[in-house]
């Protein structure tokens, strides 16, 4: 069974292997570049359980989410913002907003750091045959 970060990974190494893939032919690749522009690419989901977002949600809407990784909380704030437009649109309570936002997924990004994006392109990158190769 595959966890949350796996598929994650997945859909990132998927997203790599698409921008590669559109590079013109021949020319030499940043994969730093690469990973980067793929980070920040829109990403089928959120890659975090419900339980957890809700804890996360409750602790940063109290004030007292203190992150020291600018992608996780901007992946925390954007799970609140679209909580808040479906609570103000369509009357429902917190928890059944997130529950709505995560079904939905579509996250804006994939909020990996872009030291982790490149670790993850190397760990699937196959170096002699200039290839990705999927998990």
Known sequence: MLTLIDLRNRHFIAE?????????????????????????????????TYDYALRMLR??????????????????????ARSERLMQSRGVNLPTALASVLADGHASQYFIAPTTALKLVYRYFDFQNKKLYMP
């Open 59 to 80: 602790v940063l809407r109290h004030g007292c989410l203190r992150l020291s990784r600018d992608r996780r909380y901007a992946l925390w704030l954007e799970l609140n």
């Open 16 to 48: 790599v292997k698409r921008i590669m893939d559109s590079a013109t032919p021949g020319a030499a690749l940043d994969l730093s570049r690469v990973a980067a522009q793929a980070a920040l690419s829109p990403a089928p989901a959120y890659y975090c």
